[in-house]
């Protein structure tokens, strides 16, 4: 859909350069000005302005979202890496003191540490 017909801009075009600028720098506040600006266009009449700001909200809207889904993805592997270490470290406890019951060698050690057997 053309939003601009003074410059034939299109409402993709602009969502593409906002989620440029936006990748540029995260936090950047996105105008229509500079929207335009990374296009290599001028506003003309500015009539359109007011339809360029919508696109622009909507594109900086999803990309927020899709920054937060990141996040969220980001925390849930990262739980999940902390449980299967949190597994494999108990596999390994239960291995140890399995090989430990196989060579007496945990009797001789609480002995050593005057333990009852």
């Not at 909200?57 to 592997?77: F, G, H, P, Y």
């Not at 945990?106 to 057997?117: E, I, M, T």
């Amino acid at each position: 859909m053309i939003v601009c017909h003074c410059n034939v801009i299109s409402a993709d075009e602009i969502r593409k350069a906002a989620r440029g600028l936006l990748r540029e720098d995260p936090w950047r506040y996105v105008t229509p000005i500079s929207v335009y600006q990374e296009l290599g266009k001028r506003g003309k009449c500015f009539g359109c302005f007011s339809a360029v700001v919508e696109t622009i909200i909507s594109e900086v809207i999803a990309e927020r979202k899709l920054d937060n889904l990141k996040d969220e993805i980001v925390e849930q592997t990262i739980a999940h890496l902390k449980t299967l270490e949190t597994e494999r470290q108990e596999r390994r406890r239960e291995q140890s003191q399995r090989r430990m019951q196989r060579t007496g060698r945990g009797a001789d050690r609480r002995a050593k540490l005057g333990a009852p057997a």
